[in-house]
């Protein structure tokens, strides 16, 4: 049986420097997600670039999700936002709203990165910043994952809780409109071989889906979408697709080499 359609997610962090060089690598993903037949692609560019890059835009609050739980109609880049506020609006210097970031034309916004972790956000914090996307009308990529693989399985109990908290603190008529991106931080950043082999991310799809379906009940919890992320490159792509039983990737280096990512797409369009 083929698959009913991946969602390959690019997460370009804090590059490239400028909005030219942006435009060409994004042109050159747009026309391979214009071949997809049923691939859901998105892209998380840096901020500023989002509206420039063909975000449709949309009212702040009304939300632009339709379609399956992995996204709209394959065919158009969608765009993502790599973080968002956790406060509405209000005197913070520097921030951007779940709300500004839905006009400039995101769809969905990756929550609770490990970067972003590391910076700062607690699971409290990672729960408000999932809410206000959600009540922005934004798709949640929300990202879990251990640091390191301990003997004990405490690593279990970490994404455990990290799933717990998001879920508890929104409002469960949104949680459709949840993904989870299972990125262990040891594989992020590392050589490709690192990234763990798909059996194993098959184990911890299956985690994941439990402790969700104890918060929002089996339907939906077994349900919820789960992606793969964590030094994916066009090669161990492959295995993970076809065999991890997940509903796509989180890339991050490889979404800004067009040829590589567009690879990725191309495979996960075939099977
Ligand atoms: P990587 O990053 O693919 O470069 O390991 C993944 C991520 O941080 O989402």
């Known amino acids: 049986m083929s698959h009913k359609g991946f969602l390959i997610a690019g997460n370009w962090k804090m590059h490239p420097d400028t909005l030219g060089e942006a435009k060409a690598v994004f042109a050159s993903i747009a026309r391979k997600a214009k071949s997809a037949r049923k691939t859901v692609v998105v892209i998380a560019p840096p ?160 985690y994941i889906r439990k402790t969700a379906a104890e918060v929002l009940g089996k339907k939906s919890g077994l349900d919820i979408p789960v992606l793969y992320g964590g030094s994916v490159d066009a090669e161990n792509a492959k295995a993970i697709l076809k065999d991890a039983s997940i509903d796509g990737l989180l890339v991050g280096r490889e979404s800004l080499d067009p040829k590589s990512f567009g690879n990725i797409i191309e495979y996960a369009d075939s099977i």
Not at 87 to 96: E, I, L
């Open 47 to 206: 901020a500023p670039f989002i509206r420039d890059l063909g975000g449709k835009g949309g009212k702040a609050g009304k939300s632009g999700a339709k379609g399956n739980a992995n996204g709209g109609r394959p065919g158009i880049v969608r765009m993502a936002a790599q973080d968002v506020s956790e406060h509405h609006s209000g005197a913070f210097t520097g921030s951007v709203s779940a709300r500004e970031l839905r006009s400039a034309g995101a769809e969905y916004a990756i929550i609770g990165h490990s970067e972003r972790r590391a910076a700062g956000d607690t699971g409290e914090i990672v729960a408000k910043k999932a809410k206000q996307a959600l009540e922005a009308g934004l798709r949640v990529i929300l990202c879990v994952g251990e640091t390191e693989r301990d003997g004990h399985a405490r690593y279990l109990q970490t994404v455990r809780e990290q799933v717990h908290s998001v879920l508890s603190a929104i409002d469960k008529k949104l949680a459709r409109w949840m993904t989870i991106a299972y990125e262990p931080v040891w594989a992020i950043g590392k050589s490709y071989d690192s990234a763990p082999k798909p059996q194993d991310i098959h184990e911890m799809s299956i």
